[in-house]
């Protein structure tokens, strides 16, 4: 092998890697800002981060942070967090919980009311090859209401998307379950 070839392997090697790595969470994202105000929320020094167990930090695969906003008598809970999901063909339609430096991801909040409902969720940060379809606000308007009551199921109470199915399970999953875990922390 050349040493041409050699250098041009270890560039697409470290690009490759670089590429694989990912960032911190953005925990400050200005799509977040757009819906606070939207619902009335401006004081944005209201706003605390609570403190999840680490018990329950190891047992649900939680991957961000939860928050108060309490403003004017205006109670709301955002969850900010990242989803794992695999590599297109590099695993099974299941949520990867942990933190995975092979996974490609997406980053995401729910933001949820004084009662833990979900008010609105919306993905900021899709750092995947497939499944941008779950970006849409149509499709992510279906969460809207869930308050962990129920079930959440593909292919019954949301909607499967051809071409998009582990981001689907991945973040069905992880409204449910961090839906779930604002319930257990905030009793």
Excluded at 16 to 23: D, E, I, K, N
Excluded at 27 to 40: D, F, H, M, R, T
Excluded at 72 to 90: P, T, W
């Amino acid at each position: 092998m050349s040493s041409k070839s050699v250098i041009v392997f270890i560039i697409f090697v470290v690009n490759a890697f670089l590429g694989m790595a990912q960032t911190e969470i953005n925990y400050s994202p200005k799509a977040l800002e757009k819906v606070l105000q939207k619902q009335g929320l401006t004081d944005f020094k209201a706003i605390k981060e609570l403190t999840v167990p680490n018990n329950q930090v190891l047992t649900t695969g939680i991957n961000g942070k939860y928050f108060l906003i309490t403003e004017n008598n205006k109670i709301a809970y955002i969850y900010i967090g990242r989803v794992n999901s695999c590599r297109g063909g590099g695993c099974k339609a299941q949520p990867v919980f942990m933190e995975n430096r092979e996974s490609e991801y997406f980053d995401y909040f729910i933001l949820f009311n004084k009662d833990k409902t979900v008010l609105e969720i919306k993905v900021f940060n899709y750092q995947a090859t497939h499944g941008h379809e779950i970006t849409a606000k149509g499709w992510l308007k279906q969460f809207v209401g869930y308050n962990g009551t129920k079930q959440l199921k593909v292919d019954k109470n949301i909607d499967a998307i051809s071409g998009a199915t582990i981001s689907v399970y991945a973040i069905t999953a992880d409204v449910e379950n961090k839906t779930a875990l604002l319930k257990e922390v905030m009793q």
